[in-house]
């Protein structure tokens, strides 16, 4: 049973930077495609990207693309996600999740739905004034 710890929140200013990381354990982090959500008061968590078992392919919500970059380093089992141009939409609590289904083949199909992670941290919360 994999555990999962968000960390890097806080606050940032319209066009600034923060890094979150997501630290793994209890399970075989390297065998989980990943996945960075979010949820803003009053609505839904939304899928905001998503990252292979090896890191080599990655997916992206439009309204984060370009801004922000998904990343893993297997050996230390860490999830990070780089977000660059914050924007004040982008304030929410974001989660990092991990997907335990069976890998089949080599080809990864990133998965956007909430129900589709086994895996949930805390979530950490990051706050972008304008």
């Known amino acids: 049973q994999a555990q999962l710890a968000e960390s890097g929140g806080g606050w940032a200013n319209a066009g600034g930077s923060l890094t979150l990381s997501c630290a793994a354990s209890?399970?075989?982090?390297?065998?989980?495609?990943m996945g960075w959500f979010r949820q803003a008061p009053g609505q839904e968590r939304e899928f905001v990207a998503a990252?292979?078992?090896?890191?080599?392919?990655?997916h992206y919500a439009e309204a984060v693309k370009g801004r922000f970059s998904i990343s893993r380093d297997n050996g230390k089992n860490m999830l990070y996600l780089r977000m660059n141009s914050l924007e004040p939409e982008d304030t929410a609590h974001y989660y990092c999740a991990g997907d335990r289904s069976r890998r089949v083949g080599n080809v990864w199909v990133p998965k956007k739905e909430t129900y589709e992670y086994d895996y949930w941290g805390q979530g950490t919360q990051v706050t972008v004034s304008s």
């Open positions: 990252i292979s078992w090896g890191g080599g392919s990655t």
């Open positions: 209890g399970g075989t982090f390297s065998s989980y495609p």
